[in-house]
């Protein structure tokens, strides 16, 4: 059981999770850099993160059937978070983030759950430091923006504006994919 949390909520649960794993191994995929906390949707933080459990689930949720999600896990939800607040400023559209701490587990999932989190139809832009086919499995249409190298080393900041990691370029790289 791999899994790679987006915030500190996230990161409680994670290392729950992986405490209470006792039938596989578990490892926490972690961050070296300063993540923002995602801010809670409604309530409490840590309670909303507990959804983390089932693999993926909606950080930011606006529709049952939005105009399109935003997909992640990691120190890349933060980003989606920030690209988000530009995007649905700039267009208008209803735009749901889901956060990815763990693929498998969120293909463990009944069919119905996985479908409330990724509706048929709606475009998925995917986005993660590592190599795109990580998430390419959740995104039947839409796009997957990764990386297909490593072993730079710079600080997060440097690093995040050469290979095209900030808020800004993913609006960007949203509206090409969209046509907008």
């Not at 840590?46 to 059937?65: D, H, I, M, R, S």
């Not at 896990?73 to 889901?98: M, R, W």
């Amino acid at each position: 059981l791999a899994l790679r949390p987006a915030d500190s909520a996230e990161t409680l649960v994670a290392w729950d999770m992986a405490l209470n794993t006792k039938n596989r191994p578990c490892g926490l995929i972690l961050s070296r850099q300063n993540i923002k906390d995602i801010p809670a949707q409604e309530g409490q933080r840590l309670e909303e993160a507990a959804q983390a459990k089932k693999g993926a689930y909606n950080v930011l949720f606006t529709q049952t059937k939005p105009d399109l999600i935003l997909l992640a896990n990691g120190s890349e939800v933060s980003t989606l978070v920030d690209a988000e607040k530009i995007l649905s400023q700039e267009s208008g559209l209803k735009i749901n983030i889901v956060s990815v701490p763990s693929e498998g587990l969120f293909r463990s999932q009944p069919e119905e759950y996985q479908k409330m989190i990724l509706p048929d139809g709606v475009p998925v832009f995917g986005l993660t430091a590592g190599l795109p086919v990580a998430l390419e499995g959740l995104v039947k249409k839409g796009t997957v923006y990764g990386l297909e190298h490593f072993g730079y080393s710079a600080p997060y900041q440097v690093l995040d504006e050469k290979f095209g990691f900030t808020p800004e370029n993913i609006v960007t790289l949203v509206k090409r994919m969209l046509y907008i």
